[in-house]
């Protein structure tokens, strides 16, 4: 595993292929699954302030999503002014009796057709006639890695049903996929309570396996991960994972990238 040293600095020397002045990532999950976390998170480790970002909407005291909107946050800026942005939006509701307008809505943000700020509805998607509907996206506006998110405790079958059918659609168009895993904290971290245990944990390892197992992934695909939700400083073992789960997730990215343009 490379060190937070080294990756830094890799990351800042990136440069997506022309025409292309962005790399595009969406975090897509059920709600409560650490979407937002996982923004402020990846946007900590990047800047390296030693202050925690709280720059993507999170969830109030009664667990209700407050993002309704197509939320965008630059990551990182590299040479040349790209960018690396990240997308934002809500959450899904497994007792939600009709998911097709946001799967929707999901697929045509995939496809650069939605652009920034665009509010989803529950009962209905977005029209072409819309002022935040995009005719004809570019290498630019479209998603380059889909980031499906979930708790490493709460992996189950049924969550499966809405992302397989936006998974089919993103292995149609070959556009990279990634599973983080958040919340792997509250697992067995080799019962010494040290997130440093994560790196030798049988049980993170397991739900890892499950994970493989569930969603037909393969070991490069699963991310685990642990979100910055408390405290106000860095810690060096949250930021090494992030930092692995961004190397990995780039990787993909700029060869998509690469094949498109």
Do not use: W
């Not at 942005?85 to 509701?93: A, K, L, M, N, S």
């Not at 943000?109 to 939605?114: F, K, L, N, S, Y």
């Not at 556009?175 to 049988?202: A, H, M, W, Y």
């Amino acid at each position: 595993m490379m060190t937070k040293d080294r990756l830094l600095p890799k990351f800042r020397a990136l440069n997506p292929s022309d025409p292309c002045v962005a790399i595009n990532l969406i975090v897509i999950g059920i709600q409560g699954s650490g979407k937002s976390s996982l923004v402020n998170t990846l946007l900590t480790v990047l800047r390296d302030s030693g202050q925690l970002s709280t720059i993507a909407a999170t969830y109030d005291i009664n667990s209700i999503s407050i993002n309704n909107r197509l939320h965008e946050v630059t990551l990182m800026t590299f040479q040349g002014d790209k960018k690396l942005r990240i997308y934002d939006c809500r959450g899904f509701d497994l007792n939600e009796e009709n998911q097709q307008h946001y799967e929707n809505d999901i697929i045509n943000t995939i496809d650069g057709h939605i652009k920034k700020d665009y509010e989803f509805q529950q009962n209905a998607d977005i029209q072409i006639d819309s002022p935040h509907y995009r005719q004809d996206p570019t290498i630019s506006d479209r998603i380059h890695c889909v980031l499906f998110v979930m708790k490493a405790d709460l992996i189950r079958e049924e969550n499966n049903n809405f992302l397989k059918r936006v998974r089919s659609h993103i292995a149609d168009k070959k556009i990279p996929l990634r599973l983080v895993l958040t919340s792997v904290d509250k697992l067995d971290l080799c019962g010494s309570g040290d997130l440093s245990g994560i790196f030798l944990s049988r049980h993170v390892n397991i739900k890892v396996d499950l994970a493989k197992q569930t969603f037909g992934l393969n070991d490069c695909q699963i991310l685990p991960v642990v979100n910055y939700v408390k405290g106000n400083t860095q810690n060096i073992t949250q930021d090494v994972l992030a930092l692995t789960a961004i190397d990995s997730i780039l990787e993909e990215a700029l060869s998509y990238i690469s094949e498109q343009v």
